[in-house]
């Protein structure tokens, strides 16, 4: 690939007006396991593959409770993740010190996002390489939103984000229509058959995913194994092959970019987890 | 291309007198979705193209209220602009609570543009990739500003930015002179029928674009999603395709900037949504 | 070009002694629109070719008031420039505030110099882009300056900078012995005629150009529309085609200028209105 | 290898999101001499190689005491890891003094994996090159760490770092199901068959071993060498040749790597003590 | 010529012991107009060549009052020259106000030395680029310092700095064993003779030089320009041809050294009036 | 020899997980002149090769007293080592004045060691390129340690750093079973032995070596140089020319080593005296 | 020469340990004017070669009284010195003044070696291009040691630095064993003689250098310069052809260096004085 003098730098734009070095960290995102979200009028589920990375441990942390009406789903780097969820966190808390009522969800999504945009912004720091599915219920109902490393979010019914997301968006756009006024249950098992899709055929079990829910009446927690791995059963969600020329894109791309980058150690060992 | 050794540095300048950061990052504005404003002597309109980028979620904002007197649109960088709009919303709440009077539109933007300013002479930070057309309406009255990352500001009777905006300005020079005294409706539907030139034939629906107004007993909103496509079925107004040399051009352009530009991630993703 | 080691980095001594930078810095003035001062014992006037870049657009402001008895044109970055307009005008309030006199001249000039050389002098800063021709009125008289990017100034009879200025000087030049003693009509009827020089045939109108005066018990002020109109009638300017090698030159090295610079946007476009 | 511009700064992407210095940090910990950690419901046995560099020093402490109630094991530069757990050591004591209860596990590996995230995302700095296994005690039983130089951590059953830790890993993998109800002796049993693994077919002997425990009523202390000896030889634990095909792949790994780098000192002298 | 990597940053040294950024600023008080000083027991005489850029400006000062007992002619920069005399004259004031005694001389010269090597030892910095010739007298006599960009100062009975210095220093070396007795006028006939020198047969008029003078009962002024010519036509000081060989060498260096940096300005344009 | 990009910046990971520029640190210390450390239960004998480097001069100080029940020797750079052992003697005071008893060695020597490390990770700074024996006598007897540039510390009973170090540390293994209960003498004795090992041939004298000793009621003290002699003519001291394999192998290296390196100047002037 | 990556960075090691940008600075002493130092019982003299630069100047200044008790002669940087030397002064007064005794050489000579260390370990500076023969007297009689840019120091009986220095170094050694009993003439006597060594048969007068003295009673000052010339004539001291071969040497390694680099002034200019 022709060296481009333009992307090592946070801070300087290209000739087209790029920000490559944003564009990079979103890559990690896109190379992190698979995050999704989706609502009704009162409900947000947020779910994520959770592989373990081998069986002495446990799977890492993708979803974190932020306060009873707030959590967040990540996908990319887990430390960049994690650290951000802390800061929603402690928003949260000198919030209801302050106000004694609930910080609404895009409040907090909007001063999340700000805090991205600053590490786009100067030469010493670099952008987050975290994309964050946001799912809150305040006044104004329930809500989910993207935030991306470029300090940019979106609202959404439903969101997929992570490696091999386009599947479970695909699920998602066929059935989004429906989740405004779906059941709790419905919502939950949409949820696992969009996850379903993220996974290439790969058994569904409720050791590689982790579930939450947050509703009227029930505040922000992650379901329990037993709980997922019945819901898997009730539904009978398996993997299933994808269809070959889907699933065959997205990795050529992967083996090309890796083929182009130097010095790369083995993908295989997912050294950051992302 | 030949490698250029004066344009990764926003504090170095080239043999020539220019400042190249400066220039590439004002082409992030012309890659962001169209905005346009137009005023007559008591209103103002901003009015964005805003498709969501799927389905499922709903269009990113690009028009900010500042304050009830004033409203801006944006096209580039989204995450800069909102940063910069927060700005101007502390500015407005800043002034108003000491003098008890709103802010007036001029000396809003010239604050403005000294931020800008700021960010093209120190060597750590990065132009904004963001320009603002900013409505507002104080006892001087109605105006209309354009603020660019250049740290320059201008005022307009009417404007347009972002991509494929020639089309649309080209319209409203053709239409200008009727502007000042126009009615608060037909300057909606000028808007409308500007921002219909930026679409390169696809059909307009309230669901690509936003409409705002601010006037004279009007504090500063967005129309709602049924207004405005009431009104757009009112104008009969609906995309044509524009004639194929002006089209063109910019397409032969861009594609040859691309091609010009490493490691170029995939530009139909258009990651950062400028 | 070779390529040259001394000329990206503002605090890099070139061997032959030179700081590059500041001399590119200095071209940016010289790629600005014109602008023109000359002065006689009891008068300044400046004036500035104001071109609006479309016709939607008023002009940039190229001229600003500092005080009842100082005013600055600006050729080269305008954001540049009207940030230090900004500085000169809070100089002058909490000078006038301390010593309850007006700030003299000839000092203001020195501080404004005295901020431009700060910037030639660190790295992570670059010099101002932008000329300014200071008028000013004191106990000792009317006075003309010049502020150089370089942190110099100078005092003059009567200046022009920017670009196709030199015609305008050489008109100056000609001319510049009767200003002395030159009534306040004169001096603007030759600022006029000085101004038409840059413009290379194009016809002469007010809404190209902004003429402001400075006088006895006349404080600084930017004349209006319909009087400058008014003179350049009653003063039958027009412009004419200036011969065809003097105008040629500045072309052609400024076409060989943007020859050897890589990536290099539309200069048509005049992104930052240099 | 082709020169890669994205993995000298720790703040720069690569085009495919990763960052490459944080991974290369990543490699310090598998350089360094390994480290084993378990635990079954009541006990923690943190356990390390640590031949001493020459037959005139003591070995270098690879495990280090942080309370009563947490120990932790490293493997990497010994420099970064005696810094952190002396952090460690300070934030337990000022937890202790101010709630006079002891700080839960879970919370200091928090508090750790953030301070090592800083350190991936300030250009001045460099992420920490030592891995750290963190064995504790607390309301909610025993647990075991592993902190990586990315920010991140994990929980883990048991779980090995160092170089030729995966022969470990596969002895812990077969094993590991029985170690939640393991009695204390079995758990260092087990610990002294997995360090076994990573030996090499070199001797085991309590000189070259290191064996800590902490358990319910047991602080967290280093075995004497005496006891570690007996228990070698009550288990009959002595190294033995590993088959040609595991042994010979990370040595071969380890060369290429070696050859491609310019400069490299002696590998054999071990400089850092990695 | 043969890239030189020592020699762009003022805090690397070369391999043979050499600051070269600090040697370059010397060249550019070579490349100033000259300026001359000399000195009897009792008068100091500062003169410098000062023609004026155009026939529209005043000259450029380049003798500046520090105090009345001490007064300097600069070479070069003439924006750092005007800094750095400012200091001295803030020094002056403070030392009067708090000792109610003059600053002496040395004092004042060694502060200002120390504030130039300082620049000489700060990578974010770079050296002065003018040099200082500073009259003065105190309590120990007449006194002519030269202040260079390197940190050094010197002690002269006469001097001369800048370009063509080298046949003014010539006529001094001849002359300076009757300075010390010198009467007044005869001290300033002289200075109008080396002066002359520099002129390279351009005709001496009152116009392209400044004339000041310092010394017992006399406070440091410049003389008016009627004076000086006075005095010029009093001593028949006409130019005269340099020899050719003395004259062409130096213009042949400069050409060689303009040659041999790339992107280089027109020269003759002096834009930075050094 | 290949270019590593790796190598310059202590803040850059290379990608088999090493920090070079804090291994090139650690080559100081080998090139330093030789230090010896042996320690009985008693006593601690801190011993250095001292070669004056002309007659003119006395020897430079390698060993310096910390406290009475602390003293150091050096290898490497002696300014980084004479900073360090004022950092050392500072501790020592504001300990024994805080607490009223002596700083226990161990934890100078870790603070030591801490001091180091950050040194190996800030990007402006640069390791200390100098390795310390630290021979202390606390409640917990006599100890010595070796703190190494990368911010690591050994415990040792018997140590020698520096060129040719590893002739003495071969003698040191061949003896140390025997120092534990070493009388004074004898400790003395094995150190002058072990230094002779160092001078390759050349002949022992107390002019070219310094001996210290601390001990049980023996504050630490350098022996004066006579009591040295006396000692190497008792036991018969002389150097003796080292097998030829063992010699030439370093000096072969170190050659090639300087080979490589551009700009060398001559070795043989030892200029930073390491 | 190979083009090193290791020299230009003070922060930089290179691969065999050394610091370049240090061994660099030394070279600026070696380039210096040669500066003598010698000692006896009870008088220090430091001695200078001292030439004008031109007929007009006095010579720069090379020997600084620090206080009645210590003085210093320099070699290389003549302004670094001069800072370093008011430091030392600094230090005396504010010594004298809070203990009311005379600071101790040896103490001073420590705190000028610390803060030329740090000039070593910090990327935004450079060491210092000076060495220092600092001479005093105090309890422990008289003193003469030799600062040098890496931040050693050492204690001399007689010494000489700067440019063909090594001349008087051999005179100084076939002398040195009569210094100590040496009167206070024939130390005087033997520092013009060393003097005359360094002069390459220049004839010796008092003109071309500069003698200062400190002993007991006596406070250290610079003997006039008849004084001088007087004793130069008393002990008929004139310049001698030094042998071919010893001085050809150093000068053909200059012009060797001279050669390699690129850009290199006229070195007969001596535009820093070293």
């Given at each position: 690939m022709?060296?481009?003098?333009?992307?090592?730098?946070?801070?300087?734009?290209?000739?087209?007006g790029r920000l490559f070095q944003v564009e990079y960290a979103m890559e990690a995102v896109k190379q992190g396991s698979a995050a999704i979200g989706l609502r009704s009028k009162t409900h947000v589920v947020l779910a994520s593959v959770n592989k373990a990375s081998s069986e002495l441990s446990s799977h890492q942390k993708k979803i974190f409770k932020v306060d009873d009406h707030i959590g967040v789903a990540?996908?990319?780097?887990?430390?960049?993740?994690?650290?951000?969820?802390r800061y929603m966190r402690n928003e949260c808390?000198?919030?209801?010190?302050?106000?004694?009522?609930p910080l609404p969800v895009g409040r907090l999504v909007v001063q999340l996002a700000d805090k991205a945009q600053v590490c786009t912004q100067r030469s010493w720091?670099?952008?987050?390489?975290?994309?964050?599915?946001?799912?809150?219920?305040?006044?104004?109902?329930?809500?989910?939103?993207?935030?991306?490393?470029?300090?940019?979010?979106?609202?959404?019914?439903?969101?997929?984000?992570?490696?091999?997301?386009?599947?479970?968006?695909?699920?998602l756009?066929?059935?989004?229509?429906?989740?405004?006024?779906?059941?709790?249950?419905?919502l939950i098992k949409d949820a696992l058959f969009a996850l379903r899709e993220t996974l290439q055929g790969e058994?569904?079990?409720?050791?590689i995913?982790?579930?939450?829910?947050?509703?009227?009446?029930?505040?922000?927690?992650?379901?329990?194994q037993e709980t997922v791995q019945r819901l898997i059963n009730e539904f009978e969600i398996v993997g299933e092959e994808p269809p070959a020329d889907e699933a065959a894109a997205p990795d050529a791309e992967a083996a090309a970019e890796a083929a182009t980058e130097g010095a790369a150690p083995d993908q295989g060992a997912a050294p950051m987890d992302i």
């Open positions: 022709f060296r481009n003098q333009y992307d090592t730098d946070v801070t300087t734009w290209s000739p087209a990540i996908a990319g780097l887990t430390a960049d993740g994690r650290v951000l969820s808390i000198n919030y209801s010190y302050t106000y004694e009522s720091k670099r952008p987050y390489g975290v994309g964050l599915l946001v799912g809150g219920l305040d006044e104004s109902g329930a809500h989910l939103y993207y935030n991306c490393p470029s300090g940019n979010y979106f609202e959404y019914q439903a969101f997929a984000i992570g490696s091999r997301s386009q599947a479970a968006k695909t699920y756009e066929r059935k989004f229509e429906s989740f405004m006024d779906s059941s709790r249950e419905n058994k569904m079990t409720s050791s995913c982790t579930i939450s829910i947050l509703g009227a009446g029930e505040a922000f927690h992650v379901l329990d």
